[in-house]
């Protein structure tokens, strides 16, 4: 942490960027790599090429009214621990934006595998949306392993899937984008299950001085919390049920996925079942025993009756 008292060892600011990933992605595979230490960040105002899951684009208005940011990782557990990064950093952002709903009639949770949504109090004041019920989908996350080449132009020497790094200059390198909605109207957003701090009533619309102040406070909360989540983290070996398993008790409360009906279009074909537990992977249970799911879209299952 810096003596300013930000979370961020290093923190960047551009007017407007293709992608924050694609150009964190350059730099840590290129000689200036060790410039972008753990926990430093590359902020864009505005992006013309923003990316989210499975290559899909992450669209944003041209004022300011969303927060765009990449965060280098470097953290001290093992590679095959890696996994829980977009669930982590999905909690992460949720906890950030928490606060600003508390009065309000929603609460934040994350779905599986790495969305911030918002939930309503009472479902039957908000317009349904098929696979989302009356949820809104405020924020995303993406988690990218950089694998840089070394100096000799092979690639450096590869940890042990269960060896925990000797320092972050060993650690393996995790990009983690955050894309939050702040002040954009109902009628700016791309998709219906979209929402918004604006649309939750939370701040004012557009990128004016309070959306901006919103985003200042939303990205140093972001910041903080990851600086928190990821001690707790590498504190438990990477294991997040280590101990007396409160990082993985929190994980699994804040997910909103568990618990319900859900349909998964996975890479292979179509799955469904109850949620029960994440492992990270999302554990179905249906009338064949439980599977666990590793990549997918999730959307919810109305339950006749």
Same mark, same amino acid.
């Given at each position: 942490m810096s003596p300013g008292g930000s979370p961020f060892s290093r923190l960047d600011t551009v007017p407007v960027t293709g992608s924050t990933q694609d150009d964190l992605r350059a730099a840590l595979t290129g000689p200036e790599r060790g410039a972008w230490p753990h926990l430093s960040a590359l902020r864009a105002l505005r992006q013309t090429a923003g990316r989210g899951r499975s290559g899909r684009t992450w669209v944003t208005p041209d004022d300011g009214g969303a927060l765009l940011v990449s965060v280098v990782l470097r953290p001290l557990v093992p590679v095959d621990c890696l996994t829980w990064l977009p669930l982590l950093g999905g909690m992460a952002v949720r906890d950030a934006l928490a606060p600003l709903v508390e009065d309000l009639p929603w609460r934040v949770g994350t779905k599986w595998p790495n969305d911030v949504v918002a939930v309503p109090d009472d479902p039957a004041v908000v317009p349904a949306v098929p696979g989302w019920a009356g949820t809104r989908k405020v924020a995303g996350v993406l988690s990218e392993l950089v694998t840089p080449e070394g100096p000799d132009g092979?690639?450096?020497r590869e940890l042990a899937p269960d060896a925990v790094p000797a320092d972050r200059d060993e650690a393996?390198?995790?990009? !983690? @984008?955050?894309? #939050?909605?702040i002040g954009q109207e109902a009628e700016d957003l791309p998709v219906p299950w979209a929402g918004s701090l604006c649309t939750l009533g939370a701040v004012g619309a557009g990128g004016g001085g309070a959306c901006a102040d919103t985003a200042e406070a939303v990205l140093a909360a972001i910041g903080?919390?990851?600086?928190?989540l990821i001690g707790q983290w590498e504190e438990a070996g990477g294991d997040v049920d280590a101990g007396d398993g409160a990082l993985g008790r929190?994980?699994?409360?804040?997910?909103?996925? !568990? @618990?319900?009906? #859900?349909?998964?279009?996975?890479?292979?074909?179509?799955?469904?079942?109850?949620a029960v537990d994440v492992t990270p992977a999302?554990?179905?249970?249906?009338?064949g025993g439980d599977t666990e799911v590793r990549a997918g879209d999730v959307t919810l299952v109305?339950?006749?009756g």
């Open positions: 092979c690639a450096p393996p390198m995790v990009i !983690l @984008g955050i894309g #939050v909605n903080h919390q990851l600086v928190q929190r994980l699994r409360e804040a997910l909103t996925t !568990l @618990g319900k009906q #859900v349909s998964v279009q996975a890479p292979d074909g179509e799955l469904s079942g109850l999302l554990v179905l249970r249906n009338q109305r339950v006749k």
